[in-house]
């Protein structure tokens, strides 16, 4: 079992940044890589960012590529999702969670995750 848990969320206005972190326990070293996703009310899960928990391959959403910047630090078992030029339209509930077998942008790919953290950007 990988236990998640999400901090950083928060109100910001349009063109500012926040920055999320995921700190990850339990039996991190089953884990292959650790995503970003988010949920806007009434609408779906919607792949953000993914990066592999060894070595330095990420893999971006195209409505975010270019503000947001995904990172991780193994030593603390955190993964962060960096949020820069944010806009109204990035407001959602935003999740991490952990895939112990593949690198995948699909949500049920991932085994586990954490409680959500609510991101709003007031225009």
Do not use: H
Not at 51 to 62: H, K, L, N, V
Not at 83 to 92: F, G, I, Q, R
């Amino acid at each position: 079992q990988v236990q998640l848990v999400e901090s950083g969320g928060g109100l910001v206005q349009a063109g500012g940044s926040l920055r999320l972190s995921c700190a990850a326990s339990g039996r991190t070293s089953s884990v292959y890589a650790m995503g970003w996703f988010r949920q806007a009310p009434g609408k779906g899960r919607e792949f953000v960012a993914a990066i592999r928990w060894s070595g330095s391959s990420t893999y971006y959403a195209d409505s975010v590529k270019g503000r947001f910047t995904i990172s991780r630090d193994n030593a603390k078992n955190t993964v962060y999702l960096q949020m820069n030029s944010l806009k109204p339209e990035d407001t959602a509930v935003y999740c991490c969670a952990a895939d112990p077998r593949t690198y995948s942008i699909s949500p049920s790919a991932y085994d586990y995750w954490g409680q959500g953290t609510q991101v709003t950007v007031s225009s």
